[in-house]
């Protein structure tokens, strides 16, 4: 079930993530243009720093769709009660069919007088690993992740200065390479839709060779970080 508008339709109505702790988490949102404009479309949100949205603008031809791929960031603890407040809107209006995708003009979403401004309020929804999202189910995921850190904790009290020197060093370095990765992304997916918009096959494969690359180190990396514990004195 989706929500409906004059000029868009958006599926699903609400923004379901699989929580993980400590991973990121994705969710697919598809944009489809009811009109025979071409249909403009921002989307915002109430935790803009916890979210990545891609592409969070752009511009769908008459009677086309486009799928919005939105990210909750890696987190570092559980919402009370698996509840969250964080609200999304997606904001839509006609352009005219000569607008670039890329450069969409600062003021198209402005609310004016001679403008129409079509807007939804999308909600979102946490889910569990295992389905489930009962009190039991929360309290015995909290009583692993409390287990977890206590033996964290007890490893650190027996590795000398150097090694948790070493363990801090080596998760800075895991999560600059992370941040690295994801700003290549983004770069790389701008790169992809001006070259597709030329007919430059060659070159947008090319840069999607070198993402995927990009990806298999990085998850090497971190294999080897987190596959290798220091030894304790």
Not at 36 to 44: G, L, P, S
Not at 93 to 103: G, L
Not at 129 to 138: A, E, K, L, N, R
Request: proline letters at 5%; aromatic letters at 8%.
């Amino acid at each position: 079930m989706g929500g409906s508008g004059t000029l868009i339709s958006v599926y699903p109505e609400e923004l379901t993530f699989l929580f993980e702790l400590d991973k990121p988490c994705y969710c697919n949102l598809k944009v489809v243009n009811n009109s025979e404009h071409h249909v403009a479309f921002k989307v915002k949100t109430t935790s803009p720093r916890k979210y990545f949205v891609r592409p969070n603008a752009s511009i769908v031809q008459p009677w086309d769709s486009c799928t919005i791929t939105i990210t909750l960031q890696a987190q570092k603890e559980y919402p009370p009660d698996m509840q969250c407040k964080d609200k999304f809107l997606i904001q839509s209006t006609k352009v005219a069919a000569s607008t670039d995708m890329d450069e969409i003009p600062p003021d198209t979403f402005n609310k004016e007088v001679d403008k129409v401004i079509e807007e939804m309020k999308l909600k979102v929804v946490y889910t569990l690993p295992s389905g489930g999202s009962d009190d039991s189910s929360v309290s015995s995921l909290g009583s692993r992740s409390f287990k977890a850190a206590s033996d964290d904790l007890m490893m650190l009290k027996n590795a000398s200065i150097e090694e948790i020197q070493t363990i801090q060093r080596l998760k800075d370095e895991r999560d600059n390479m992370l941040q690295q990765n994801q700003q290549m992304q983004r770069e790389l997916d701008v790169l992809r839709r001006r070259r597709s918009r030329k007919g430059d096959t060659g070159f947008s494969l090319t840069f999607a060779a070198f993402a995927g690359l990009i990806g298999v180190l990085v998850g090497l990396l971190m294999s080897l970080i987190f596959s290798s514990p220091p030894a304790t004195a």
